[in-house]
């Protein structure tokens, strides 16, 4: 069967020039005469995988030479313990800005080890919004300041970098992270799982500033502490050593593609297609104020949601898969992520336009 245009919210879309070095090396990578899977991460050959990732990514999102860079596992959502227990230090509260699914569980989560005060929220509007900086109620009394950068299942995005003053600034970027350029210096701590923009489940990346290093609780585990990890070069353990390597070449083929400012062009023009053509039309509708609209996840919705399931089964046989909603929403949602070809998005445009002309 022929490749299809994979529009999943993650595990996403690989760029496929990825994924056909990988099937070259696998069974002999780099004459070691083994899998990249069956090599020691002490070893020279993935040492040096190790680093050119980490290269890589620094010279990509021009990271700064005060934040270290972790490659850890547990995902995102174990992110949402280990940043309390590992940079609250002295303090009690943190701030949050609540602007949809997953900021509502850091929320839940942080609640487990101090208090949360939710400086901002979109609720009232159903999280189809990202609140203005001058809505925020921040704490000054904070440890750090907390927000989702780009909601996956709402499908909102702060194209804006919130301004908190003195307080470390923490954002979830686990659905746009390379997507764009992103000034590194403002924030104290950034955050992705992989498995969106990055490469495949099972890596978790953090870029955290040199001094927020060393305030861990004493009951954190060693694998999860940043400082320990920091200073092991994030091999206190065994690490996602595939998951590494994958993600390597994805940050060589954006380096190839021009960088981080050539994705953005990219993406701007992707989601362009796609939002032009949900407002144009009587027929689909786009829930999210126009300002906040995410380049990475587009939520869409139907003239009526009767229709969902054959429109999900006319998408499939025209090779546009997973554009099935989140669960927890409805309704349909197309990641368009770093991976995705115009041409995907084109495709789902023209699909879209046959459907609406047949039902509509
Ligand atoms: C997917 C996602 C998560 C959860 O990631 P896991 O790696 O499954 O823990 C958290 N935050 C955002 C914004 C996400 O998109």
New binding site residues.
């Given amino acids: 069967m022929a490749r299809v245009f994979n529009f999943s919210?993650?595990p996403a879309v690989l760029p496929e020039a990825v994924l056909k070095q990988a099937a070259a090396e696998m069974l002999d990578y780099g004459g070691t005469g083994t899998s990249v899977m069956e090599m020691s991460h002490r070893g020279k050959a993935f040492i040096d995988i190790h680093a050119r990732a980490e290269a890589d990514l620094r010279e990509l999102l021009a990271i700064p030479k005060n934040y270290k860079v972790l490659f850890l596992q547990?995902?995102?959502?174990?992110?949402?313990a280990l940043i309390p227990m590992n940079i609250l230090g002295d303090k009690t509260v943190a701030d949050y800005v609540y602007t949809g699914q997953?900021s509502k569980?850091?929320i839940t989560e942080a609640k487990k080890f101090c208090k949360v005060n939710v400086a901002a929220s979109s609720e009232d509007q159903n999280f189809s919004y990202a609140p203005a900086q001058t809505a925020w109620k921040l704490d000054a009394n904070a440890a750090y300041v907390h927000y989702?950068s780009?909601?996956?299942?709402g499908g909102v995005e702060f194209h804006w970098i919130p301004d908190t003053g003195n307080v470390p600034l923490v954002a979830?970027?686990?659905?746009h992270i390379l997507s764009r350029p992103l000034d590194v210096s403002r924030f104290g701590l950034i955050y992705a799982?992989?498995?969106?923009n990055i490469g495949p489940?099972g890596l978790?990346i953090v870029v955290v500033r040199d001094d927020l290093l060393g305030k861990a609780m004493p009951n954190t585990p060693e694998v999860f502490n940043y400082k320990v990890q920091a200073e092991a070069d994030s091999m206190i353990n065994t690490p996602p050593t595939y998951a590494v390597y994958i993600a390597g070449l994805v940050f060589q083929w954006l380096k190839q593609q021009g960088g981080l400012a050539a994705m953005e062009k990219l993406n701007i023009a992707k989601s362009k297609l796609i939002y032009d053509f949900l407002d144009q039309s009587e027929f689909y509708q786009s829930p999210v104020a126009t300002q906040d609209r995410s380049r990475m996840n587009v939520p869409f919705r139907l003239k009526s949601d009767s229709l969902d399931d054959a429109f999900l089964k006319a998408a499939k046989t025209a090779n546009l898969v997973e554009l099935k909603g989140h669960r927890s929403v409805g309704g349909m949602r197309a990641s368009i992520y770093n991976a995705m070809p115009i041409e995907g998005v084109q495709a789902l445009v023209s699909f879209m336009r046959d459907f609406e002309q047949k039902q509509g």
Avoid at 74 to 80: I, L, S, T, W
Avoid at 150 to 153: A, F, G, P
Avoid at 172 to 175: G, R
Avoid at 193 to 196: E, H, I, N, R, T
């Fill in positions: 919210a993650g547990g995902g995102a959502a174990g992110q949402f997953w569980k850091a989702t780009n909601e996956t299942i979830d970027a686990s659905s799982g992989a498995q969106k489940a978790t």
